[in-house]
């Protein structure tokens, strides 16, 4: 039995990563998806990868005009919503003393902000019942250097699920949180790092970890499947950790 058949399920930031393998498996258990992102290449190229009738739609989530016309564009495609993944997001790190505030902006205008109005956008295309999923991070609630900005966005995002799942209980739509650990993804080589560097970083993430490894899309998609589906149904504003232990080690 297909978890999600017959549903249609809307992934933000699901042209790559691990957006990109949710929306696979969705697919794979009977969801119509639509993913969202700002680059065409990757969207057509997700698309094709993802299959059953997927369709890629051009969004920025930092901007709110943009936000409405993707939830518009799937519901005339597809019907209403019943899975919602806000997933899309931006990893600028750097040290207190030298970050920017046009680093800063840019952060906040897409992890936070482009969060709160892609629920809020979403509110008249979600059907009843829906799951409203958003990616936080491990680094929510740690204080890991160089990280500052990134993590207090994803720290806010878990208390926005909590707000909005009681906001929302009377049309039963549930909005809960998935913390993902350090996972090899292309955001990890966004700001152009070398070979070396980017294997450098592999290892020094994966040392933070108990099981002393970095995790796959594919660990994390199955945790989105959950939060995603009927599964879950007791769970709202919640968080799914999946992080192989960054946040117990000391
Ligand atoms: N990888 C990790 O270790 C890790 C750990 C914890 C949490 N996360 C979170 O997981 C999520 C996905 O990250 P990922 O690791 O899969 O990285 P990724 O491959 O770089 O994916 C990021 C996605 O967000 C989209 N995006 C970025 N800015 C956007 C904007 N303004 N409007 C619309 N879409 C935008 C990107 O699409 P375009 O480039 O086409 O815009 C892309 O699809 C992020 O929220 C990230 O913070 C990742």
Known sequence: MKKLENKVAVVTGGNSGIGLAAAVLFAEQGAKVAVTGRDQQTLDSAVKEIGHEAIGIIGDVSTVSQIEATYKKTAETFGKIDVLVI???????????????????????????????????????????ASVVITSSALATMGLGGTSVYSATK???ITLAKAFSIELAGRNIRVNILSPGPIVTPIMTRDGATPEQFEKAKSGMASKTVVGRMGNSEEIAQGFLYLASDDSRFMLGGELLLDGGMRIKS
Not at 100 to 110: A, L, M, P, Q
């Open 87 to 129: 997933n899309a997001g931006v990893f600028i790190p750097g040290a207190l003393a030298d970050f920017t505030e046009e680093e800063f902006d840019k952060t906040s205008d897409i992890n936070f902000k482009g969060v709160f109005f892609s629920v809020q956008k979403a509110l008249p295309y979600l059907n009843d019942g």
């Open 155 to 157: 720290g806010a995002v």
